[in-house]
């Protein structure tokens, strides 16, 4: 079975950065989208960010579109979200998944998530 792991979260204050990484086991990682989803306490899961198989389709959230960037390195089998002028909005439990799809009823497999704090 796959296995994601994300690492990468923490304390920040309000206009700091982060970047999240997601290391797949999955070998066939480089023929699958991407895609970040995060989950605010007391809230549904929400999409993010999303990554096509060559680093195409880009598609992001309206709340971070223009603050978070996507990437992917398939060399190492690697997904990342580069975050930018955080907001205290923007914590939340994020976590990485195989796929594209912007529902969560179409994504199987989590990893166990990285938490991110932005202090006001």
């Known amino acids: 079975q796959v296995q994601l792991v994300e690492s990468g979260g923490g304390l920040v204050q309000t206009g700091g950065s982060l970047r999240l990484s997601c290391v797949a086991s ?9 895609s970040w989803f995060r989950q605010a306490p007391e809230k549904e899961r929400e ?4 990554i096509g198989q060559r680093s195409g389709s880009q598609e992001y959230a309206d709340s971070v579109k223009g603050r978070f960037i ?6 190492k089998n690697a997904v990342y979200l580069h975050m930018n002028s955080l907001k205290p ?11 594209g799809s ?3 009823r179409d ?14």
Request: aromatic share 14%; net charge neutral.
């Open 26 to 34: 999955e070998r066939t990682f480089s023929t699958y989208f991407m």
């Open 47 to 50: 999409f993010v960010a999303r």
């Open 70 to 75: 996507i990437s992917r390195d398939n060399a």
């Open 89 to 99: 909005e923007d914590t939340a439990v994020y976590y990485c998944s195989i796929g």
């Open 102 to 104: 912007r529902s969560t």
């Open 107 to 120: 994504h199987g497999t989590w990893g166990q998530g990285t938490q991110v704090t932005v202090s006001s």
